[in-house]
């Protein structure tokens, strides 16, 4: 079977589906812009789309959801659209009025899905709290967010949300999905006549709020942006028309996905709407956990991916710590080195810009696609051919170690604020260590000092309770720092606030160097320090697993921390580690520093003990870190680096 970017090449009608617009300020670009593929709405709203789908196409399959006996079963369109409206009717029974906000908190489960498109049926907006969250944040999001009804997954769920309504006086109902809710709102609604919903559905416009997502922040209280149907019913129609023919084209079976990322984030969010806007199947799955979530990978049979960085992160790990269970790591690490350069050349090729693969790469490509890559993809569910990665960057040569055993992934990049995202890598031109052009409706700037800016009809409405406009002359301020290359490309260097400046003077962005040293094995999160010091230092937390299977495959005169070549790293340890286990990070670092400045580079590290997570308060529900809240979890680590 050819793989993706073979397959792509004959596809190259698509290719300049939607061409890119660049200005340039002297040799420098500094906007880009791509016009619309699909005009925006004028009329209609999100809660349009199961009853569209129900008329058009009543037995198309449009999700699969699991049963109580762990089973499959799959909804047609028709049947999907009738679950929303008896849900809906149900609500409106329960006294929701137009308007109205819902605060769901619930993994990714079908009844999300459920409730999203039910709420926005009945004229109300769903609000997200994340299944993580403690009384204090739900009491927060509850009570700034009006709520007049909140809805928990289990009693988990149900006992922060009850404890956050104490603290404001209670008197907003509590349903339960574990004690039958959606059951019995179904049953409430029995007597609401169709012409009740249909009449919420006839009021809404594109302007209509449709959800208040709370920015999960790494300080402060997090903000509520407010998101229209029109963001999400444009952005949905956009990303469905760059990147739906493709992979109907490309592909010998219809898109489908599996849903795993959290629905309380708005990339989740995005990609749920963009799949019922496109027909495309989706199931759900409610853990980011690879071991978790291979199960349901290898049962549901998706085509195409939505994850983030960590999730590629892990495959790659566990496919190298699996290969070196059974002795075969030098072959696995042959089998990446393979696959990079024949994916550097075939993308090359594919965008006019070279030759393919010589045939001797071709050849060494094919034995690895049947002792590595495919294990590869069947740790992501055998089918899978396409992904989409973000929330933060990848490596490069994990964008295309992926590519060569034939998953290609894209990055994209967007914000809560922007109804996830604002670019994208197109399928047939892709270019890794890029997050792509402006989607289609949208534009990209950068400002005099670098920070991004965005602008289009994806671009929220405000944060509650501002006192002043979000959006300056329509172009929103990210906080992030970028450039856009000669295409409209754009590549994130780092955040504003995150930027360190050394005692020296030397700004240095953090997070590419970050990415890098996570992408390594036996990393598993990392922080790179150095603001007002003499130099740039990080800590480092270990995964147990990796290291338990790189010592138990040691070669035998494993070197010794600081024996290999390049500039010294000093690496400590606050937890008893093998030398060997030292030796591996140091030499990870200097790899990493290899890609920057003297100034820039990591001089001294600091193995930690425990891991950056989101139970400890360490990472966003999104995983990202907290970096505040991590450099004082570890302070007397981060002075040990400085002493």
Same mark, same amino acid.
């Given at each position: 079977?050819?793989?993706?970017?073979?397959?792509?090449?004959?596809?190259?009608?698509?290719? %300049?589906?939607?061409?890119?617009?660049?200005?340039?300020?002297?040799?420098?670009?500094?906007?880009?812009?791509?016009?619309?593929?699909?005009?925006?709405?004028? =009329?209609?709203?999100?809660?349009?789309?199961?009853?569209?789908?129900?008329?058009?196409?009543?037995?198309?399959?449009?999700?699969?959801?699991?049963?109580?006996?762990?089973?499959?079963?799959?909804?047609?369109?028709?049947?999907?659209?009738?679950?929303?409206?008896?849900?809906?009717?149900?609500?409106?029974? @329960?006294?929701?009025?137009?308007? %109205?906000?819902?605060?769901?908190?619930?993994?990714?489960?079908?009844?999300?899905?459920?409730?999203?498109?039910?709420?926005?049926?009945?004229?109300?907006?769903?609000?997200?709290?994340?299944?993580?969250?403690?009384?204090?944040?739900?009491?927060? &999001?509850?009570?700034?967010?009006?709520?007049?009804?909140?809805?928990?997954?289990?009693?988990?769920?149900?006992?922060?949300?009850?404890?956050?309504?104490?603290?404001?006086?209670?008197? &907003?109902?509590?349903?339960?999905?574990?004690?039958?809710?959606?059951?019995?709102?179904?049953?409430?609604?029995?007597?609401?006549?169709?012409?009740?919903?249909?009449?919420?559905?006839?009021?809404?416009?594109?302007?209509?709020?449709?959800?208040?997502?709370?920015?999960?922040?790494?300080?402060?209280?997090?903000?509520?942006?407010?998101?229209?149907?029109? $963001?999400?019913?444009?952005?949905?129609? $956009?990303? #469905?028309?760059?990147? #739906?023919?493709?992979?109907?084209?490309?592909?010998?079976?219809?898109?489908?996905?599996?849903?795993?990322?959290?629905?309380?984030?708005?990339?989740?969010?995005?990609?749920?709407?963009?799949?019922?806007?496109?027909?495309?199947?989706?199931?759900?799955?409610? @853990?980011?956990?690879?071991?978790?979530?291979?199960?349901?990978?290898?049962?549901?049979?998706?085509?195409?991916?939505?994850?983030?960085?960590?999730?590629?992160?892990?495959?790659?790990?566990?496919?190298?710590?699996?290969?070196?269970?059974?002795?075969?790591?030098?072959?696995?690490?042959?089998?990446?080195?393979?696959?990079?350069?024949?994916a550097r050349a075939e993308l090359a090729a594919?965008?006019?810009?070279?030759?393919?693969?010589?045939?001797?790469?071709?050849?060494?490509?094919?034995?690895?696609?049947?002792?590595?890559?495919?294990?590869?993809?069947?740790?992501?569910?055998?089918?899978?051919?396409?992904?989409?990665?973000?929330?933060? @960057?990848?490596?490069?040569?994990?964008?295309?170690?992926?590519?060569?055993?034939? /998953?290609?992934?894209?990055?994209?990049?967007?914000?809560?604020?922007?109804?996830?995202?604002?670019?994208?890598?197109?399928?047939?031109?892709?270019?890794?260590?890029?997050?792509?052009?402006?989607?289609?409706?949208?534009?990209?700037?950068?400002?005099?000092?670098?920070?991004?800016?965005?602008?289009?009809?994806?671009?929220?409405?405000?944060?509650?309770?501002?006192?002043?406009?979000?959006?300056?002359?329509?172009?929103?301020?990210?906080?992030?720092?970028?450039?856009? %290359?000669?295409?409209?490309?754009?590549?994130?260097?780092?955040?504003?606030?995150?930027?360190?400046? =050394?005692?020296?003077g030397k700004n240095v962005a953090p997070a590419?160097?970050?990415?890098?040293?996570?992408?390594?094995?036996?990393?598993?999160?990392?922080?790179?320090?150095?603001?007002?010091?003499?130099?740039?230092?990080?800590?480092?937390?270990?995964?147990?697993?990796?290291?338990?299977?790189?010592?138990?495959?040691?070669?035998?005169?494993?070197?010794?921390?600081?024996?290999?070549?390049? %500039?010294?790293?000093?690496?400590?340890s606050a937890l008893p580690v093998h030398h060997?286990?030292?030796?591996? /990070?140091?030499?990870?670092?200097?790899?990493? $520093?290899?890609?920057?400045?003297?100034?820039?580079?990591?001089?001294?590290?600091? &193995?930690?003990?425990?891991?950056?997570?989101?139970?400890?308060?360490?990472?966003?529900?999104?995983?990202?870190?907290?970096? #505040?809240?991590?450099?004082?979890?570890?302070?007397?680590?981060?002075?040990?680096?400085?002493?």
């Open positions: 079977m050819p793989l993706p970017i073979a397959r792509a090449g004959r596809a190259a009608h698509l290719h %300049d589906r939607a061409p890119v617009e660049v200005r340039r300020s002297g040799s420098r670009v500094v906007e880009a812009r791509t016009p619309y593929l699909v005009p925006p709405a004028t =009329t209609g709203s999100l809660a349009d789309l199961p009853f569209r789908n129900a008329a058009e196409a009543p037995d198309a399959v449009v999700v699969t959801r699991r049963t109580a006996d762990g089973r499959r079963d799959d909804l047609t369109a028709a049947a999907f659209a009738a679950e929303v409206a008896a849900v809906a009717k149900g609500l409106v029974a @329960s006294g929701i009025g137009p308007g %109205d906000r819902i605060v769901l908190m619930c993994r990714t489960r079908y009844e999300w899905t459920l409730l999203d498109f039910a709420a926005w049926a009945a004229g109300a907006a769903v609000v997200p709290v994340y299944p993580t969250s403690s009384a204090d944040q739900a009491e927060w &999001i509850v009570r700034d967010s009006g709520a007049v009804a909140v809805v928990a997954e289990d009693a988990g769920c149900a006992e922060v949300l009850a404890a956050g309504l104490r603290r404001i006086g209670g008197g &907003i109902p509590l349903w339960r999905l574990d004690e039958h809710a959606v059951g019995e709102l179904a049953a409430r609604g029995a007597a609401v006549a169709d012409e009740a919903v249909a009449a919420r559905r006839a009021a809404l416009t594109p302007r209509s709020e449709a959800t208040l997502i709370y920015t999960s922040g790494t300080t402060g209280r997090p903000k509520g942006c407010r998101l229209t149907h029109g $963001n999400l019913l444009d952005e949905a129609a $956009n990303c #469905q028309a760059l990147l #739906q023919p493709v992979f109907e084209a490309v592909s010998d079976e219809p898109p489908s996905t599996l849903l795993f990322l959290p629905l309380s984030h708005v990339l989740g969010r995005m990609i749920q709407v963009a799949c019922v806007h496109a027909r495309i199947r989706i199931g759900h799955s409610p @853990s980011l956990k690879p071991a978790e979530l291979r199960p349901d990978l290898a049962s549901f049979g998706a085509t195409f991916l939505v994850g983030v960085p960590y999730l590629f992160e892990k495959i790659h790990h566990l496919g190298r710590t699996e290969a070196q269970a059974r002795h075969a790591a030098r072959v696995y690490d042959r089998a990446a080195d393979v696959a990079v350069r024949h594919l965008a006019g810009e070279g030759p393919r693969p010589p045939l001797g790469l071709r050849l060494q490509h094919r034995l690895y696609d049947a002792l590595v890559y495919r294990k590869v993809r069947q740790a992501m569910g055998g089918r899978v051919r396409y992904a989409i990665s973000g929330g933060s @960057s990848l490596a490069p040569d994990l964008l295309l170690f992926f590519a060569g055993a034939g /998953v290609l992934v894209y990055e994209g990049y967007g914000l809560t604020e922007t109804s996830g995202p604002s670019t994208v890598n197109p399928p047939l031109r892709p270019r890794p260590g890029t997050v792509g052009p402006p989607v289609p409706g949208s534009a990209v700037r950068i400002a005099d000092d670098g920070e991004v800016l965005l602008s289009g009809m994806q671009v929220f409405d405000g944060y509650t309770g501002a006192e002043r406009p979000a959006v300056t002359d329509g172009w929103f301020a990210t906080g992030d720092l970028g450039s856009l %290359d000669a295409d409209g490309y754009l590549t994130i260097t780092g955040r504003k606030k995150e930027i360190l400046v =050394t005692s020296g590419p160097l970050e990415d890098r040293l996570r992408a390594h094995p036996l990393v598993s999160q990392c922080l790179v320090l150095g603001d007002g010091r003499a130099y740039v230092a990080a800590l480092v937390t270990l995964d147990p697993a990796a290291v338990e299977e790189y010592l138990a495959h040691l070669p035998r005169g494993a070197r010794e921390a600081g024996s290999a070549g390049g %500039d010294a790293v000093a690496v400590g060997a286990v030292v030796a591996e /990070v140091a030499a990870a670092v200097r790899a990493v $520093n290899s890609s920057v400045s003297r100034a820039e580079s990591i001089r001294r590290v600091r &193995i930690v003990e425990g891991d950056f997570t989101e139970e400890r308060g360490l990472l966003t529900p999104s995983l990202k870190v907290k970096r #505040q809240a991590v450099a004082l979890a570890y302070a007397a680590d981060v002075d040990r680096l400085y002493d």
